[in-house]
């Protein structure tokens, strides 16, 4: 049985509260993949460590060995492979609600004000180079790192529910989770992150193939009823009190979360209802 400890929390962790309950999800498998996505782990150590809980997730006999090129069950075994994002095409979100619920009052001015187009050159530059150095650190230390799809998200699209851009791809923590040798995409919550998956099909594609288990989350319709229209947040003050009263901006009208709200422990995983999370 996976244990599923739900905490009462906000936005990445920021409002998280005392345990609440202890919940168990029968039929749908969630597990975290933090920033960055983990892979793969040394077989020796988490082979040994996880064979119980892939039984009894998935009902299956364990096997002496697995060829799917993703294993991973906690958030510290050696890291082997690891999905590293990109912020190529990123576009300033328009300013939603949910946007303006996660994010700082002195950053709404310029969400309102140029929301649809790119980010400013000279910060892109300087996170592609921080980025970029990143990745040369992790091969240098014989980690294999992949990278998610270039992506125009000025791109404008719509759904019978609401018309948006785009966000970027630089945060695979939020839209994939992995547990044991199945990868989840994620039903997130912020209607400019709708199409982000698109950056990483080509990856969940080959690694399905290579014998991984792909599943996808449910998709959210993202129309008005999943948000609190009126939440009263003037400040990231306002955001703490409100999260600590159970009041989020997003409503239980459907199911809806971000990888990063999840931490994988082997037989249990932490969860926090959050700003962008509801189970």
């Known amino acids: 049985m996976l244990r599923i400890r739900i905490l009462l929390g906000g936005c990445r962790g920021r409002e998280a509260a005392p345990l609440k309950s202890i919940k168990t999800l029968f039929g749908f498998n969630v597990a975290p993949a933090p920033a960055p996505v983990r892979f793969s782990s040394t077989r020796s150590v988490a082979r040994k460590s996880t064979l119980a809980v892939s039984r009894v997730l998935h009902d299956e006999k364990p096997e002496e060995d697995t060829h799917s090129p993703v294993w991973s069950h906690n958030e510290w075994d050696p890291l082997e492979e690891v999905i590293v994002g990109r912020v190529e095409g990123a576009t300033i979100p328009p300013f939603t609600v949910e946007v303006k619920a996660n994010t ?16 400013p050159e000279e910060h892109l530059k300087k996170a592609h180079a921080e980025i970029e150095n990143f990745c040369h650190i992790l091969e240098q ?6 990278r998610p799809d270039p992506l125009d998200f000025t791109v404008k699209y719509t759904t019978p529910d609401f018309t948006s851009t785009g966000l970027y791809a630089a945060m695979p923590r939020d839209i994939i989770l992995v547990i044991g040798d199945e990868v989840i995409e994620c039903p997130m919550a912020w209607r400019s992150r709708f199409f982000e998956y698109r950056a990483y099909r080509s990856l969940m594609k080959e690694y399905f193939r290579g014998g991984a288990r792909w599943t996808t989350a449910p998709k959210p319709q993202m129309s008005d009823e999943l948000y609190d229209q009126e939440y009263p947040i003037r400040s990231v003050e306002d955001r703490h009190k409100l999260a600590a009263m159970g009041r989020f901006v997003t409503t239980e009208f459907e199911p809806c979360f971000d990888a990063a709200d999840f931490i994988r422990a082997g037989k249990d995983i932490f969860a926090q209802r959050s700003q962008v999370g509801y189970l």
Do not use: L, N, S
Not at 104 to 119: C, E, I, L, N, T
Not at 141 to 146: A, I
């Open 104 to 119: 700082y009052q002195h950053h709404w001015d310029f969400f309102a004000k140029h929301g649809g187009k790119p980010f």
């Open 141 to 146: 230390e014989g980690v294999t790192v992949r």
